[in-house]
């Protein structure tokens, strides 16, 4: 199995930053995407932004210009660095890893979610 702990949610004004990071850890060959979703109150999960191994990078065009997704291969770790928080950022933030792991010899494909971390804006 592949485990994911995210850190860094919490309240935070309009306006404001906070730094979202995410470790992976298991028995892991490689990961290619690590992503960050978000399900605000009565909503669906949506995805936020994501990046793949080789750094290419894709954004919710809501948080465009204010959010940056990056990660540290050595680490298998993802960090989502929001700023100009608006209280409608407010969610259960998620991390998502997809990838290959090892398991008894073979080599077997993984998704893996993270327990979410909440990030409240306002004031």
């Known amino acids: 199995q592949v485990q994911l702990v995210e850190s860094g949610g919490g309240l935070v004004q309009p306006g404001g930053s906070l730094r979202l990071s995410c470790a992976a850890s298991?028995?892991?060959?490689?990961?290619?995407?690590m992503g960050w979703y978000r399900q605000p109150p009565g909503k669906e999960r949506e995805l936020v932004a994501a990046i793949t191994s080789g750094g290419s990078t894709n954004y919710a065009d809501s948080v465009k210009g204010r959010f940056t997704i990056s990660r540290d291969n050595a680490k298998n770790a993802v960090y989502l660095q929001m700023s100009s928080l608006k209280p409608e950022d407010t969610a259960v933030y998620y991390c998502n890893a997809d990838g290959t792991r090892y398991s008894n010899g073979s080599y077997l494909g993984f998704n893996s979610w993270g327990q979410g971390t909440q990030v409240t804006v306002s004031s």
């Open positions: 298991g028995r892991i060959f490689n990961i290619n995407a």
